[in-house]
């Protein structure tokens, strides 16, 4: 089989051509054109001699992905991307438009088995991990569609990032390369249900990304019912994992706690949230949760805002987070379960 060569780094590239005998720079010069200039033929990169082109085409595939639907939101500059890959699989991004430039939510497995009970990714149950050529072009191609500059990141999308560690590293650091896309991994946020093993592993990388862990409720009695994994890892130990994050990287972690009326939005429950929270480098990101349709969930604006209020009292650092693209149901997994069906 051809070899992927999207998801391969500089490194790879120039041990790949002293291989076959070529000179150590022709690595760079193609890693070049497919993530700088983006061209993803080779027929196409002129500056390289016929002969190699040739032998490239025997050796590698370019992989590609198709915009087979796009929502445009009304009331903002949202864009929501359904993307199929090149074995036929579904996945998505959301591309948004806030104060400090334009930010894009991308997918990193095809559907999810973490098994979250309010997530529309993970119903379906869990297809394949993406490839780091796969998270690239969902970048690549939303740029090229939308003639839009891409400022910052979110590794939100469908899939648990952190379960496809291998990829998402490599994505990461090809993102960030001077050649290429060249984006600071301060404008990325990878955002985990609580992979405790994997955050120490991060860790270790010191990457100056935003970590977001998807707490979602304060009691392990609770968390159990709505975040399965919390049976493998429970809030004390998540939260150990969180401040040696902290400690060794120096970077604030972001907790995402989805609001989900008569679930997890009492006063008792906001009271609960400072105690384990309290001193920790964090920010809190309340999410009014979105409805799906295979739950009944909901939040209430006036539990949410009681909710923040008892936070804010007690110190810790919490917003709302604004709701985009509404019209077009922006929370990544719900085209894909409609498109699918
Ligand atoms: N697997 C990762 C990243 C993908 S989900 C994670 O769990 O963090 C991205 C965020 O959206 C997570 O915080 C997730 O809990 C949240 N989310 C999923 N479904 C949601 C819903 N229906 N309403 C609000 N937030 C939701």
Redesign the pocket.
């Known amino acids: 089989m051809k070899k992927d060569i999207l998801s391969c780094s500089l490194e790879e590239l120039y041990s790949e051509m002293e291989a076959i005998g070529e000179k150590k720079f022709r690595g760079k010069q193609i890693y070049e054109w497919l993530h700088t200039k983006r061209v993803h033929e080779f027929s196409n990169m002129s500056n390289i001699s016929s002969s190699l082109r040739t032998k490239l085409d025997e050796l590698y595939c370019i992989n590609s992905i198709k915009i087979v639907r796009k929502l445009e939101s009304s009331i903002d500059n949202t864009v929501k991307y359904l993307y199929e890959l090149s074995d036929g699989n579904h996945i998505e991004s959301v591309l948004m438009d806030y104060k400090h430039g334009n930010s894009l939510c991308i997918s990193?497995q095809v559907g999810?088995k973490?098994g979250?009970n309010?997530?529309?990714?993970t119903i379906a149950g869990f297809k394949r991990h993406l490839f780091p050529s796969e998270m690239l072009l969902q970048v690549y191609e939303a740029e090229r569609d939308s003639g839009r500059h891409i400022d910052s990141l979110v590794?939100?999308?469908?899939?648990?990032?952190?379960?496809n560690f291998n990829n998402t590293i490599r994505f990461l650091q090809m993102i960030s390369y001077e050649t290429g896309k060249n984006l600071s991994l301060r404008h990325v946020s990878l955002?985990?249900?609580?992979l405790v093993d994997k955050i120490y592993e991060l860790a270790e990388y010191r990457f100056g990304l935003t970590l977001?862990?998807?707490l979602?409720a304060v009691t392990d009695e609770e968390r159990n019912k709505i975040?399965p994994i919390n049976k493998q890892y429970p809030i004390g130990t998540l939260l150990k994992a969180c401040r040696d994050y902290i400690e060794k990287t120096g970077r604030r972690i972001s907790f995402?706690y989805?609001v989900i009326h008569g679930i997890n939005d009492s006063p008792a429950d906001a009271v609960a949230l400072i105690k384990l929270l309290r001193g920790m480098n964090c920010h809190i990101n309340l999410?009014?949760?979105?409805?799906?349709k295979e739950?009944d969930?909901r939040s209430d604006k006036n539990a949410l805002y009681d909710f923040l209020n008892i936070l804010d009292k007690g110190g810790l650092n919490a917003t709302v987070r604004r709701t985009l693209g509404a019209d077009i149901d922006a929370?990544?997994?719900q085209l894909r379960r409609e498109y699918e069906i």
């Open positions: 990193t999810c973490m979250c309010f997530c529309a990714s590794l939100m999308g469908i899939g648990e990032p952190l379960d955002s985990t249900c609580g977001s862990v998807s979602h975040m995402e989805a999410i009014p949760v979105n409805q799906i739950r969930y929370a990544c997994g």
